[in-house]
């Protein structure tokens, strides 16, 4: 196993193409990196990454061991994991990747049920957009994602258990203009500067719709990409003027400025609750979202994240059961 130890030193150091940042990524000091890599050059015979001044670079041979390199670390995890799954392990690791709605409302709050019934198990969760939520996955950082598939369904590398559209809402600061109004419409809402991450799929076309109506001036600027061709792109999307990658965030950056934002009516409770933010009314045909958990084909589920699994529908089936129906 110290082979594989020692090649993923390589990998880190390609990723970072410099000996202090890859280190501090592996929580390594620079020596003992430094150390691994000439084992690994000494154990082939072969240099694998020449020192410019731009930076590390990877040799012929470092691109041979690169690329083979990282599918062998992926089978050697696969290949443990598979062995501690017969054995019937109830303890070890539940890594989770998930897009900031979802993963700061219903899949936390299902994490935090699985740690109760699994006491021993260790687990993380990363918030992520949905692209980097696939990637997560396909590298081998993550077990599950929960997120927006749009762009997914056709990769036969994955298998998408469909969720069933969350209700999810804009909201305000109190004191905002918007609550001096009744019922809203979308371009209303969007003439504000908008806290979110990217939208994608039908989110990202209705917003695109709404904000190319002429009259009010916009603040959110939609952004079309590349339609999508691999894994890596994944269709158009909507920038927001404000984007962030956290709800925490966004609710910070709505409660000083006149910025909106879009969360679940779970994580509002409490601010509205306290009259710190406002739901706002937004009459407008709902944007069903696509979401799904997200796994890897070639793996077998382990007990905890069936467990998971089982627990998040039923949290999921809690959340539909909300006041109201907005699915923005």
């Given at each position: 196993?110290?082979?594989?130890?020692?090649?993923?030193?390589?990998?880190?150091?390609?990723?970072?193409?410099?000996?202090?940042?890859?280190?501090?990524?592996?929580?390594?000091?620079?020596?003992?990196?430094?150390?691994?890599?000439?084992?690994?050059?000494?154990?082939?015979?072969?240099?694998?990454?020449?020192?410019?001044?731009?930076?590390?670079?990877?040799?012929?041979?470092?691109?041979?061991?690169?690329?083979?390199?990282s599918a062998l670390l992926r089978e050697?995890?696969?290949?443990?994991?598979?062995?501690?799954?017969?054995?019937?392990?109830?303890?070890?690791?539940?890594?989770?990747?998930?897009?900031?709605?979802?993963?700061?409302?219903?899949?936390?709050?299902?994490?935090?049920?699985?740690?109760?019934?699994?006491?021993?198990?260790?687990?993380?969760?990363?918030?992520?957009?949905?692209?980097?939520?696939?990637?997560?996955?396909?590298?081998?950082?993550?077990?599950?994602?929960?997120?927006?598939?749009?762009?997914?369904?056709?990769?036969?590398?994955?298998?998408?258990?469909?969720?069933?559209?969350?209700?999810?809402?804009?909201?305000?600061?109190?004191?905002?203009?918007?609550?001096?109004?009744?019922?809203?419409?979308?371009?209303?809402?969007?003439?504000?500067?908008?806290?979110?991450?990217?939208?994608?799929?039908?989110?990202?076309?209705?917003?695109?719709?709404?904000?190319?109506?002429?009259?009010?001036?916009?603040?959110?600027?939609?952004?079309?990409?590349?339609?999508?061709?691999?894994?890596?792109?994944?269709?158009?999307?909507?920038?927001?003027?404000?984007?962030?990658?956290?709800?925490?965030?966004?609710?910070?950056?709505?409660?000083?400025s006149d910025a909106v934002f879009i969360?679940?009516?779970?994580?509002?409770?409490?601010?509205?609750?306290?009259?710190?933010?406002?739901?706002?009314?937004?009459?407008?045909?709902?944007?069903?979202?696509?979401?799904?958990?997200?796994?890897?084909?070639d793996r077998s589920l382990g007990p905890?994240?069936?467990?998971?699994?089982?627990?998040?529908?039923?949290?999921?089936?809690?959340?539909?059961?909300?006041?109201?129906?907005?699915?923005?």
């Amino acid at each position: 196993m110290n082979d594989l130890r020692l090649i993923g030193l390589a990998l880190a150091l390609s990723e970072h193409g410099n000996f202090r940042r890859a280190a501090d990524s592996l929580n390594l000091s620079q020596p003992s990196l430094s150390r691994g890599i000439a084992e690994l050059e000494r154990s082939l015979g072969v240099p694998l990454f020449d020192r410019t001044r731009k930076g590390v670079v990877p040799t012929a041979f470092g691109r041979v061991l690169l690329d083979k390199g990282s599918a062998l670390l992926r089978e050697a995890a696969t290949l443990k994991r598979e062995i501690e799954l017969l054995a019937g392990a109830q303890s070890g690791e539940l890594r989770v990747s998930a897009s900031p709605v979802l993963g700061e409302s219903v899949v936390a709050i299902a994490l935090g049920q699985v740690s109760a019934r699994f006491p021993k198990l260790h687990i993380s969760i990363t918030i992520s957009h949905p692209d980097q939520v696939v990637d997560d996955l396909l590298k081998g950082r993550a077990d599950l994602g929960v997120a927006n598939v749009y762009g997914s369904e056709q990769d036969r590398r994955l298998v998408i258990d469909t969720m069933d559209p969350l209700p999810v809402f804009f909201a305000c600061r109190a004191g905002h203009p918007l609550t001096k109004e009744g019922s809203l419409s979308l371009r209303q809402v969007l003439a504000y500067p908008l806290a979110a991450q990217t939208l994608r799929g039908e989110h990202a076309e209705v917003a695109a719709a709404a904000t190319a109506v002429s009259g009010t001036p916009l603040r959110s600027k939609p952004v079309q990409l590349m339609p999508a061709t691999d894994s890596a792109t994944r269709g158009a999307m909507f920038a927001p003027q404000i984007t962030v990658s956290s709800l925490s965030a966004a609710r910070l950056i709505v409660l000083h400025s006149d910025a909106v934002f879009i969360a679940t009516a779970w994580s509002l409770a409490d601010d509205v609750a306290a009259g710190r933010l406002v739901m706002l009314r937004v009459d407008e045909p709902a944007a069903k979202s696509s979401h799904g958990i997200i796994r890897l084909a070639d793996r077998s589920l382990g007990p905890a994240e069936k467990a998971f699994i089982e627990i998040l529908r039923e949290v999921e089936a809690q959340a539909h059961q909300s006041d109201g129906v907005a699915y923005f």
